[in-house]
C-alpha cells in the first residue's frame, strides 16, 4: 500500500441501522466504483459435526460462523479467516432489497451515487449470498 492508496477508501466499520454493524461511506461514491476486491478465496467446507469431532470449542465454533457462509449442517470457511492483514469487509455488509453494491468478477462496485454516512448493503438474493445461514436477518 502507498500513500496514494488512501485516495481509494470511501468507508469504514460502523453502526448499522440495519443490524448492529456495518459499513458506511466516509465520503461520497460516485456510480461504479470499485470499493474492493476479494482475492484468492480457497474456501473449505467442513460440517459441525466434523469440527465437534476435531473438538474445535464451541466459543470457536460460534465466532466463525458470525464471520462465514454457513446452513445448519455445513460451514465455508475461507483461507484469509485469520489472516490478520486481510479485512474482509464482505463480512459487515448488510442486505436490503434496494442495494446500493452489486458484486461482478470478485469485486464489489457501487450500483448508484452513494452519499456519505450512507451504509453499503447487498442484495443477498441477487448476489447469490447464503440466506439460511444463521445470522441471516432482515429487520423489517
Same mark, same amino acid.
Given at each position: 500500500?502507498?500513500?496514494?492508496? &488512501?485516495?481509494?477508501? /470511501?468507508?469504514?466499520?460502523?453502526?448499522?441501522?440495519?443490524?448492529?454493524?456495518?459499513?458506511? $461511506?466516509?465520503?461520497?461514491?460516485?456510480?461504479?466504483?470499485?470499493?474492493?476486491?476479494?482475492?484468492?478465496?480457497?474456501?473449505?467446507?467442513?460440517?459441525?459435526?466434523? &469440527?465437534?469431532?476435531?473438538?474445535?470449542?464451541?466459543?470457536?465454533?460460534?465466532?466463525?460462523?458470525?464471520?462465514? $457462509?454457513?446452513?445448519?449442517?455445513?460451514?465455508?470457511?475461507?483461507?484469509?479467516?485469520?489472516?490478520?492483514?486481510?479485512?474482509?469487509?464482505?463480512? /459487515?455488509?448488510?442486505?436490503?432489497?434496494?442495494?446500493?453494491?452489486?458484486?461482478?468478477?470478485?469485486?464489489?462496485?457501487?450500483?448508484?451515487?452513494?452519499?456519505?454516512?450512507?451504509? &453499503?448493503?447487498?442484495?443477498?438474493?441477487?448476489?447469490?449470498?447464503?440466506?439460511?445461514?444463521?445470522?441471516?436477518?432482515?429487520?423489517?
Amino acid at each position: 500500500m502507498s500513500i496514494d492508496d &488512501l485516495n481509494e477508501i /470511501y468507508f469504514e466499520i460502523g453502526v448499522s441501522k440495519l443490524h448492529n454493524i456495518g459499513l458506511i $461511506a466516509i465520503r461520497s461514491i460516485p456510480k461504479n466504483t470499485l470499493l474492493f476486491k476479494i482475492e484468492e478465496f480457497y474456501p473449505i467446507f467442513i460440517t459441525f459435526k466434523e &469440527l465437534k469431532k476435531r473438538k474445535i470449542p464451541m466459543s470457536v465454533i460460534n465466532m466463525i460462523k458470525k464471520k462465514c $457462509a454457513h446452513d445448519k449442517d455445513i460451514i465455508e470457511i475461507t483461507n484469509d479467516l485469520f489472516d490478520k492483514y486481510s479485512t474482509r469487509w464482505v463480512n /459487515y455488509m448488510n442486505h436490503s432489497y434496494n442495494p446500493n453494491l452489486y458484486f461482478k468478477n470478485n469485486c464489489y462496485y457501487s450500483r448508484k451515487n452513494i452519499k456519505k454516512g450512507e451504509e &453499503l448493503t447487498l442484495n443477498y438474493k441477487e448476489d447469490n449470498y447464503c440466506v439460511n445461514c444463521v445470522d441471516f436477518k432482515v429487520k423489517s
